[in-house]
């Protein structure tokens, strides 16, 4: 099965406010509502920042922001800061009873 | 709290075999799904292999699949990973991740990771 789709890269500026698009399949986004988002700093393992679409665990910042329509994700950042510069990645579940991430999205704070 | 420690990685030459762990704390490990995930080197993030809280149901992702053998010992709140005819392409860093929610399909926590490098 083929990744989930992001974008390479997206920037943005301090304060603003940023969306990573994360495209899938009836097979995958479009059936279940297990998308989660994971932020990835060099050189660390990744962490959980949304689950089930838009859950946010406990101690994540509120300016992250998950949603879902038909077969895509996304995840908006608000009030982007310099922390937030890191990797992102979608992940959903899928009718095969196995899971598949998205190839990944950088994210550089001017 | 959560602690999730990996071992078991090293240089191994193609074709041999490895056996990855992952000893768990701070949670009821029995209670709950495990996955194991694999970074190769300047990629992103690719999903291996899952196995259920009690060990009757397992799934892989087709690149392993017939040479990787997850599993798991209750007893020892460790997660195993046995992989076979090893390649250079599985070259990566190996996470493994607790499942959350409906399906474990939540990486919850993860580990430090472990790094395997295929090369003769």
């Known amino acids: 099965q083929s990744a989930l789709t992001q974008p390479a890269s997206v920037s943005g500026s301090p304060g603003q406010s940023i969306t990573i698009s994360c495209t899938g399949t009836?097979?995958?986004?479009?059936?279940?509502?297990?998308v989660s988002w994971y932020q990835q700093r060099p050189g660390k393992a990744p962490k959980l920042i949304i689950s089930?679409?838009?859950n946010r665990p406990s101690g994540v910042s509120d300016r992250f922001s998950g949603s879902k329509s038909a077969n895509t994700a996304s995840l908006t950042i608000f009030g982007l800061q310099a922390e937030d510069e890191a990797d992102y990645y979608c992940?959903?579940?899928?009718?095969?009873?196995?899971?598949?991430f998205g190839g990944g999205t950088k994210l550089t704070v001017l | 709290q959560v602690q999730l420690v990996e071992s078991g990685g090293g240089v191994v030459q193609p074709g041999k075999s490895l056996r990855l762990s992952c000893a768990a704390s701070?949670?009821?490990?029995?209670?709950?799904?495990m996955h194991w995930v694999r970074q190769a080197p300047g990629k992103g993030l690719e999903w291996v292999a899952i196995?259920?809280?009690?060990?009757?149901?397992?799934y892989y992702a087709d690149s392993v699949k017939g040479r990787f053998t997850i599993s798991r010992d209750n007893s020892k709140n460790t997660l195993y990973l046995q992989m076979n005819s090893l390649r250079p392409e599985d070259t990566a860093v190996y996470y493994c991740?607790?499942?959350?929610?409906?399906?474990?399909?939540?990486?919850?926590?993860w580990g430090q990771g472990t790094r395997v490098t295929v090369s003769s």
């Open positions: 196995i259920s809280y009690d060990e009757k149901s397992k």
């Open positions: 991740a607790n499942g959350a929610g409906a399906a474990a399909a939540t990486f919850d926590y």
């Open positions: 009836n097979s995958d986004i479009g059936t279940y509502n297990f």
């Open positions: 992940s959903s579940y899928t009718t095969s009873r196995t899971l598949i």
């Open positions: 701070g949670f009821t490990f029995r209670d709950f799904g």
């Open positions: 089930d679409v838009t």
